[in-house]
T-cell receptor
């Protein structure tokens, strides 16, 4: 298994600003992912964070809005850029450790945009 | 792509057994995952199936039929703490997970 630490746990931001969320894993992992979870809804995959190269984004998500970094095997960041109230959501990081590729999740970042 | 369907909510009685169904359609299949998520918390891994049949882990079991695109999560001896959302997720290419809407389970006395 893996322990995923995510920060901040929550934040309240003004529209037009940007927030960077950090995700740290306690062991070397094979893959890292970023999800969004709207209130009362399930998880939607934003992108796969690739080490040393550009992230792979899902349909409806673009790099200019959600730039992602993964400088090494255990750390990744997601930035929510030029925020609007529609970006208010929970953002979660996950990682797999190989084998059956079970994804382990961080506690999430609860973002509110005013 | 993937399409995952599961009931939105279910109610069951403490001590009883409940079965949460999930159907999936996928262009590539690398396993079917079940997660539990309590309100305000991260999803936690419960079970994983890649081959047909039943996987048992204590009070929780999960079943998969690949030919039918069908899975279920079985919870036995229900406890109040089992009240949570249960997410069915299908793994496709790149080991990406596509989740259903989640089934909100309420356990009552």
């Amino acid at each position: 298994s893996a322990v995923i630490s995510q920060k901040p746990s929550r934040d309240i931001c003004q529209r037009g600003t940007s927030l960077t969320i950090q995700c740290q894993v306690d062991s070397q992992v094979t893959m890292m992912f970023w999800y969004r979870q709207q209130p009362g809804q399930s998880l939607t995959l934003i992108a796969t964070a690739n080490q040393g190269s550009e992230a792979t984004y899902e349909s409806g998500f673009v790099i200019d809005k959600f730039p992602i970094s993964r400088p090494n095997l255990t750390f990744s960041t997601l930035t929510v850029s030029n925020m609007s109230p529609e970006d208010s959501s929970i953002y979660l990081c996950s990682a797999t450790t190989g084998g059956p590729n079970i994804q382990y999740f961080g506690a999430g970042t609860r973002l509110s945009v005013l | 792509g993937q399409n995952i369907d599961q009931p939105t909510e279910m109610t069951a009685t403490e001590g009883a057994i409940v079965q949460i169904n999930c159907t999936y359609q996928t262009s590539g299949f690398n396993g079917l995952f079940w997660y539990q998520q309590h309100a305000g918390e991260a999803p936690t891994f419960l079970s994983y199936n890649v081959l047909d049949g039943l996987e048992e882990k204590g009070r929780f079991s999960s079943f998969l039929s690949r030919s039918k695109g069908y899975s279920y999560l079985l919870l036995k001896e229900l406890q109040m703490k089992d009240s949570a959302s249960y997410l069915c997720g299908g793994a496709g290419g790149g080991n990406k997970l596509t989740f259903g809407t989640g089934t909100q389970l309420k356990v009552e006395l």
